[in-house]
């Protein structure tokens, strides 16, 4: 039952803001994943953006679904070996991902990623 709320809930919203929902929820692993007490969160985490990704997909843009492909592909291979021992990596890859997500729905700038590239 949870799950269909969501749903319903996620549905209203517009392809920017669904997409910046799972960036959110990305960032939240990235922060996450670094610690086994937060084995559970991180695990139920990558689920969730996979499957936001499932529902998002009729939404977007079709310059976005290859990408949107790949890292819903990457989430469930990540969901599916966790815990890992990589943690670090995890972390990494969601930040990016992150940041992916929000230059698509045009709610990152693209000076700022640039700037953040640079660091």
């Given at each position: ?11 209203t ?6 997409l ?26 990558l ?38 021992e ?19 729905a045009?709610?990152?700038v ?10």
């Amino acid at each position: 039952m949870e799950r269909h709320s969501l749903y319903e809930r996620f549905k209203t919203l517009s392809w920017q803001q669904q997409l910046g929902n799972i960036a959110s929820t990305l960032s939240n692993i990235s922060r996450y994943a670094g610690s086994p007490a937060y084995d559970e969160l991180t695990k139920l985490s990558l689920r969730e953006a996979a499957l936001a990704i499932d529902w998002c997909a009729p939404n977007v843009p079709q310059e976005f679904l290859i990408d949107l492909a790949t890292m819903h592909r990457e989430l469930l291979a990540w969901w599916q070996a966790f815990p890992v021992e990589t943690r670090s990596l995890l972390a990494l890859y969601t930040l990016h991902q992150c940041d992916r997500l929000l230059m698509m729905a045009g709610l990152m700038v693209t000076e700022v990623n640039e700037s953040i590239a640079c660091v």
